[in-house]
């Protein structure tokens, strides 16, 4: 098994490049499997959006759709679905473990 890993800030490219290196990798090793992994999957689709109600377009949408307002407060701050991820995956999950995301993959 290998495991090739993207680091970056936000919007500069990781899912491309990997859907980029995957599709290489598939082309070469046809009878291989490739998946791709986000570490930010489980709090998108198992909290944000399970849970919390937010949307799809909210969570994996562009950088304007997840500026959008939620029905969500924080120490009185209304929260954009991006600012949402922010506190709930880093000021609360994190805290409390801070490898808890690469556990969660």
Not at 45 to 67: A, R, W
Request: charged residues 25%; glycine residues 4%.
């Amino acid at each position: 098994m290998t495991i090739i890993a993207f680091s970056g800030r936000k919007q500069s490219g990781k899912s491309t490049s990997a859907e980029y290196v995957a599709n290489l990798f598939t082309q070469q090793y046809p009878d291989k499997v490739c998946k791709i992994y986000s570490f930010a999957d489980p709090l998108k689709q198992d909290i944000c959006m399970k849970i919390l109600g937010l949307t799809y377009n909210q969570c994996y949408g562009s950088d304007e759709e997840k500026n959008t307002l939620t029905n969500l407060t924080w120490n009185e701050e209304k929260l954009t679905a991006r600012r949402a991820m922010e506190v709930i995956g880093t000021d609360i999950f994190r805290k409390l473990l801070d490898d808890v995301w690469v556990n969660a993959t």
